[in-house]
């Protein structure tokens, strides 16, 4: 499997990979391999694909409900990301 070594890397990114690291009870390289597929993902429409897919479900499971909070809001929390 090929490997990938990082140097004169940032020290705030460093520590914040640690702590997402940390938070998810994953090694850094774990987590770092974790930010590079989301990375990936959401650059070719992954990630978009991906949660559409899932709302579809969740419609043909549950059925349409209401939702908690306006859609606008959450189209705004998406593009502040």
Same mark, same amino acid.
């Given at each position: 499997?090929?490997?990938?070594?990082?140097?004169?890397?940032?020290?705030d990114?460093?520590?914040?990979?640690?702590?997402r690291?940390?938070?998810?009870? #994953?090694?850094?390289a774990?987590?770092?391999?974790?930010?590079?597929?989301?990375?990936?993902?959401?650059t070719?429409?992954? #990630?978009r694909?991906?949660?559409?897919e899932?709302?579809?479900? *969740?419609?043909?499971?549950a059925?349409?409900?209401?939702?908690s909070?306006?859609p606008?809001?959450?189209?705004?929390? *998406?593009? *502040? #990301?």
């Amino acid at each position: 499997m090929p490997s990938l070594q990082i140097r004169n890397l940032p020290e705030d990114l460093y520590e914040a990979l640690a702590f997402r690291a940390e938070q998810s009870h #994953r090694s850094l390289a774990q987590e770092a391999l974790i930010a590079l597929r989301r990375a990936t993902e959401s650059t070719v429409g992954g #990630r978009r694909q991906r949660i559409l897919e899932e709302i579809r479900l *969740d419609i043909a499971t549950a059925g349409i409900r209401a939702l908690s909070f306006p859609p606008e809001r959450m189209l705004r929390e *998406d593009r *502040d #990301r």
